[in-house]
Nanobody, 126 residues
Framework: QVQLFESGGGSVQTGGSLRLSCTAS????????MGWFRQAPGKEREGVAA???????RYADSVKGRFTISHDNAKNTLTLQMNSLNPEDTAMYYC????????????????????WGQGTQVTVSS
């Protein structure tokens, strides 16, 4: 079993930055694809970014060039650095994990991830 705990959400103005962290407990997540998803009110949950144990990352087009996903295998920690935030980034952000050496082409499909954190709110005001 894997337990995931997010932190680092908050409120910023347009153009600001936030850094989200996700700490895993239980089994080590070194052999997992880990990702960040977000869900805004009234919208479906969408994939933001994912990374495998080798450091290969994938991003949604809407965040490319602004967000950076990284992981520290030794600390079982996943990070999402978010820059140039805009109001469209406002959502609840979730950390997720699936046991897989690689993140597949379906990395942005939430149902393939069995492990989820409780979420952390990100609010960007104009």
């Amino acid at each position: 079993q894997v337990q995931l705990f997010e932190s680092g959400g908050g409120s910023v103005q347009t153009g600001g930055s936030l850094r989200l962290s996700c700490t895993a407990s239980g089994n080590t997540v070194i052999a997992y694809c880990m990702g960040w998803f977000r869900q805004a009110p009234g919208k479906e949950r969408e994939g933001v970014a994912a990374i495998d144990r080798f450091g290969s990352s994938r991003y949604a087009d809407s965040v490319k060039g602004r967000f950076t996903i990284s992981h520290d295998n030794a600390k079982n920690t996943l990070t999402l650095q978010m820059n140039s935030l805009n109001p469209e980034d406002t959502a609840m952000y979730y950390c997720a994990a699936v046991k897989s050496l690689y993140c597949s082409s379906s990395w942005d499909v939430s149902r393939i991830f069995p492990y989820w954190g409780q979420g952390t709110q990100v609010t960007v005001s104009s």
